[in-house]
Each structure stands twice: as C-alpha cells, then as structure tokens.
C-alpha cells in the first residue's frame, strides 16, 4: 500500500520568510511524486512534479522540492513567501502501474503580513 | 495539458435525493477518476471510470451509491444517490493523458445536503 504523510497541518509565516511543507511517503514501489496547490475557493492546480531525472524541481512561482530517496521525503521549500502564497498545498504520489494520485492531508499556509 | 469542464459548479440538494455531475474533456483521455473533498479534508479517490467497461470503486464505495457512466473518450458522470448530509463534499472531477503520468483536475462541484 502507498501513502503520504503531511505532518504539518498549519504553517502560519510572516511575508518574506522562507518556508517548508514537510511530505513523506511510504511505498514498496517506485513513485512519481506531485505538489498541487489550492487556492481559496479555486480547483486544485498542479505547482510541481517529480517524475525521474534531477531530484531537485522547481516551479514558475519560486517553490522548489527535492526527492529524497533514502529519506521518503519530497519536501516543498520557497526561500521567500507572498501574501499570495496563502494556501492548502498538497503532497500526492502514484507508482507501481496506478495512475491514480495518493494525497496526504494537506498542509494550509498562512502568509501573514 | 487538458481542460476539464465540470457541471454543476455548486448546487444544493435535498436529503434522499441524487444528483448527477458531469464531466466534460477537451481531448480524449484514457483514464478518468472521480475524487470527493469533504470538508475541511483531503481527497480520496472514489472511483476510476473506464470507457467500454465498469469503473473500478476504492474501498468503501459502491456502485449504488455512485454510479459512473464514461459513454466515450471525453466525457464521465458521477451520480450521488439517496444523498444524506454526509455526501456534502467538493467532487471532483480528474484526467491524465495516455502516457502522461501527471493529472488535471476540473475546478470541482461543491455539494451542499440539507
């Protein structure tokens, strides 16, 4: 069985403070692993994705993830957070022939000025 | 990447009856999935709609409760029957391209049970 574990629920952060959304799986398998983001009252949008390659991945808005194999982690990182920043982000994965996503939890932030 | 168009947006139901949400794609997509948001909560997928055969329901969701129809390539529905306060979620609506290993979601359609 695969899963993800978001063990932050919260993250409350002043603007311009750097910030990390912890993420860590479990899976006897190889995964592909997913950042999406939901802003308030929007659908979800994919922010990041690691498929193969470079374990270092980078979105358009300054987030940036790293696989971390031995660790189970692909924790998300942005070294200076906005305002408009503010929202539920989600770690998910899919593996071993499933197409499907597996989401954790859910991390909301909160970007306060 | 696809663009999803799902109906109704929101709408708000009554207790014990059903209503049908669907599912509209601007390409054909081999693999269409249905995911339900409650609130406050994460996703969970509830089923996989196929097109030419039955759609394949995770654990603890049943046909009954909601059946699927994938008539072709660029649409799906999900129907939520006999709803009950509980069924009050956010659907939603996802596709991923054939070899593509990334999924798009439609922007949901929130669902309010009296």
């Known amino acids: ?113 | 990447s696809a663009v999803i168009s799902q109906k109704p947006s929101r709408d708000i139901c009554q207790r014990g009856t059903s209503l049908t949400i669907q599912c509209q794609v601007d390409s054909q997509v081999t693999m269409m999935f249905w995911y339900r948001q409650q609130p406050g909560q994460s996703l969970t997928l509830i089923a996989t709609a196929n097109q030419g055969s039955e759609a394949t329901y995770e654990s603890g969701f049943v046909i009954d409760k909601f059946p699927i129809s994938r008539p072709n390539l660029t649409f799906s529905t999900l129907t939520v029957s006999n709803m009950s306060p509980e069924d009050s979620s956010i659907y939603l609506c996802s596709v991923g391209a054939s070899g593509a290993n990334v999924l798009t979601f439609g922007a949901g359609s929130r669902l309010t049970v009296l």
């Open chain 1, 1 to 113: 069985a695969q899963s993800v574990t978001q063990l932050d629920s919260q993250v409350p952060v002043f603007e311009e403070a750097p910030v990390e959304l912890r993420c860590n799986y479990s899976s006897s398998v190889s995964v592909y692993l997913f950042w999406y983001v939901q802003y308030p009252n929007q659908g979800l949008q994919l922010l990041l994705k690691y498929l193969s390659g470079s374990t270092l991945v980078k979105s358009i808005n300054g987030f940036e993830a790293e696989f971390n194999k031995s660790q189970t982690s692909f924790h998300l990182r942005k070294p200076s957070v906005h305002i408009s920043d503010t929202a539920e982000y989600f770690c998910a994965l899919s593996g071993g022939g499933r197409r499907a996503l597996t989401f954790g939890s859910g991390t909301r932030l909160q970007v306060q000025p």
